[in-house]
């Protein structure tokens, strides 16, 4: 059973920087991909940022291209450093895995099969 577990959130200040990490156990297989998640109160979760397994390419979000980081540093294993936030940036932020075989880089929510339970990221204005 493959498991997600992320760590690295917590509160900052406008302008702060965060770093989150996520680990996907349980598997010998390597993910298709790996990405980021965000839901805030009374609104639908967004895709954030996803990486290729293998590294190389990425997709972000257009809210945070320039100030978020996406890293694939150890197999099944990513990273977002998040810098400049924002208080519009609060959010629970969601590590998902997708692990198929062959398939396109998404931000779509129904290309991950496999979901961390979330951690929170508040920045105070």
């Known amino acids: 059973q493959v498991q997600l577990q992320e760590s690295g959130g917590g509160s900052v200040q406008d302008g702060g920087s965060l770093r989150l990490s996520c680990a996907a156990s349980g598997t010998t297989y390597s993910s298709n991909s790996m990405g980021w998640f965000r839901q805030s109160p009374g609104k639908e979760r967004e895709g954030v940022a996803v990486?290729?397994?293998?590294?190389?390419?990425t997709l972000y979000a257009d809210s945070v291209k320039g100030r978020f980081t996406i890293s694939h540093v150890a197999k099944n294993t990513v990273t977002l450093q998040m810098n400049n936030l924002k208080p519009e940036d609060t959010a629970m932020y969601y590590c998902?895995?997708?692990?198929?075989?062959?398939?396109?880089?998404?931000?779509?929510?129904?290309?991950?099969?496999?979901w961390g339970q979330g951690t929170q990221v508040t920045v105070e204005s």
């Open positions: 998902a895995a997708d692990f198929r075989a062959i398939a396109p880089l998404s931000l779509a929510e129904a290309d991950f099969g496999y």
């Open positions: 990486i290729y397994a293998g590294g190389g390419k």
